[in-house]
């Protein structure tokens, strides 16, 4: 089992840059990471907020998966960016402003990105079906706090979730 916990928050704005991924391409994750730390996204993302964590998730570094429209589409641009400060200046990155939502937020302990996707399965396989909610039209979060990977190395899958409907209510 996998530690979880329920948040609300309000709306945010992210800034960062985003790709396309076209559906269950998983290392397409990794290689647009290692592509943001060679083409120097990480030290534009210091100048904009500091590398201090965002006020609604806590987070450093955020991963953005933007399937508000359609998450049962496994393709969708994925951000990688930080929550934008009010006085932020987000001047050449793509922004994008994460609706006020409710979201189940899961531990992911350990080397990532094994920990997220145990998290992620854990998420939908499992918690999801039986939780009584379903998923909301919001996109899913990786939240980063500082530091690097490791072997105890916690970040969290922030998934949007809302109660899920009755046959009545559908």
Request: charged share 20%; net charge negative; with cysteine.
């Amino acid at each position: 089992m996998v530690n979880h916990r329920s948040v609300t928050r309000p709306a945010f704005k992210v800034a960062g840059k985003k790709t396309w991924i076209g559906g269950q391409e998983n290392e397409a994750f990794g290689l647009f990471w290692e592509q943001c730390r060679q083409d120097g996204l990480f030290d534009a993302l210091t100048q904009v907020a500091g590398m201090q964590p965002g006020a609604q998730t806590g987070g450093v570094t955020l991963g953005v998966s933007l399937v508000a429209d359609d998450p049962a589409n496994r393709a969708f641009y994925y951000l990688i960016g930080v929550e934008l400060p009010e006085d932020g200046d987000a001047s050449g990155l793509d922004l994008y402003e994460v609706p006020a939502t409710q979201w189940e937020v899961f531990e992911c302990r350990g080397p990532v990105p094994q920990s997220i996707v145990e998290a992620e399965m854990y998420a939908f396989m499992e918690w999801l079906p039986a939780s009584g909610m379903q998923h909301a039209a919001a996109p899913e979060m990786e939240v980063y706090p500082d530091g690097e990977s490791s072997d105890n190395y916690v970040c969290e899958f922030w998934l949007p979730v809302r109660k899920a409907l009755t046959r009545q209510e559908a």
